[in-house]
């Protein structure tokens, strides 16, 4: 068996280190204090994101790949021959190989990652799985500037871009990064998003704030990290995980709610909080099928197909630019 990773093409963009200190001290210093999301996503966050997907509240990730799954035939139909499949985040060689299998002789694979780890990994499985797909692995921050290998098989250039990560951007950033990439991936091209559905809060609140408590340790797991890497002294088990749905904008809001007054240092700043006081962590945004295909044709594209599950919980758009 030929070495997989001999075989992939490595295009490393350097992403600079995301600055977390930085981010924490201005966070926790504004009137409304809040950490950016992407700070969720360390070696233990990451692990227990993949507990959050196997959870029985948690439907979108097996909602999706069920909708993957019944229309594969129908998106690789769509597709056609010789497509190069750019997928933005890689930790989900489950979905892909969902779409490559009902393929018809895709040439390429791109997937891109900020992770290099997650992204060797991810890329070496695929190249081991699919011995006559050319893999490009892109070591990037997929928001940032930076050239796609160039797609030169004759089919077209298709965007996968699984999970509904676009929710985790409020919806002016979700326009600007669909209006982006739809410049980046050039007309013609496809794009296959999966997009959360607004719903019953009663479907929505648990599967934020599971029964376990797996997705209250994701939520924390970040003041550990900020103190296990930054240093701060944050009292961990003095802060709740609160998921609340907001119906009237689609917006799910995490929080981690200070359960005392109590003061965080780091170095020498201090960041006093009050009991009751929230850090805002995270908001997961949900749209309809038509608001959203309203957003992507502002960013440029034109709404092909869309698919469902029964039950109507999740959505896998085919755009095209
Ligand atoms: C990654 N992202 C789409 C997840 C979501 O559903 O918004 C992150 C998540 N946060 C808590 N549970 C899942």
Not at 77 to 86: D, S, T, Y
Not at 99 to 116: H, K, T
Not at 120 to 125: D, I, Y
Not at 212 to 241: C, I, P, W, Y
């Amino acid at each position: 068996r030929p070495d997989a990773l001999g075989l992939v093409r490595f295009h490393d963009h350097e992403p600079p280190q995301d600055d977390f200190r930085a981010a924490l001290i201005a966070g926790m210093s504004a009137p409304a204090k809040s950490i950016p999301c992407r700070f969720l996503y360390d070696a233990s966050g990451s692990l227990l994101f993949d507990r959050i997907c196997e959870l029985p509240e948690y439907y979108p990730t097996r909602t999706e790949i069920g909708i993957l799954g019944a229309h594969a035939a129908e998106m690789a139909a769509a597709i056609g021959p010789n497509a190069q499949i750019v997928e933005l985040g890689s930790g989900s060689s489950a979905k892909i190989g969902l779409l490559l299998d009902a393929l018809d002789a895709p040439r390429s694979y791109v997937p891109i990652d900020i992770s290099r780890e997650h992204l060797l990994g991810a890329a070496q499985a695929i190249q081991q799985r699919y011995p006559a797909l050319q893999v490009e692995a892109v070591c990037a921050d997929f928001a940032q500037e930076f050239d796609l290998p160039a797609n030169d098989g004759g089919g077209p250039r298709v965007c996968f871009y699984p999970g509904s990560t676009i929710g985790n951007l409020t919806p002016p950033d979700a326009l600007a990064f669909l209006t982006q990439w739809a410049q980046r991936l050039g007309q013609g091209a496809l794009m296959i998003i999966g997009v959360d559905l607004r719903k019953d809060a009663a479907i929505l609140e648990p599967a934020y704030d599971d029964a376990q408590g797996v997705t209250a340790r994701f939520s924390l797991n970040m003041l550990a990290r900020a103190n296990r890497e930054l240093g701060t002294d944050f009292d961990v088990s003095r802060f709740r995980h609160r998921a609340v749905y907001h119906a009237d904008t689609g917006r799910v809001g995490i929080d981690l709610v200070s359960q005392a007054d109590q003061t965080v240092h780091l170095d020498h700043h201090r960041f006093p909080i009050a009991e009751g006081e929230a850090i805002h962590i995270e908001d997961s945004w949900k749209y309809h099928i038509d608001g959203f295909q309203a957003l992507a044709a502002e960013a440029g594209f034109t709404a092909r197909r869309v698919w469902t599950d029964d039950a109507q919980l999740f959505s896998v758009h085919l755009l095209e630019v």
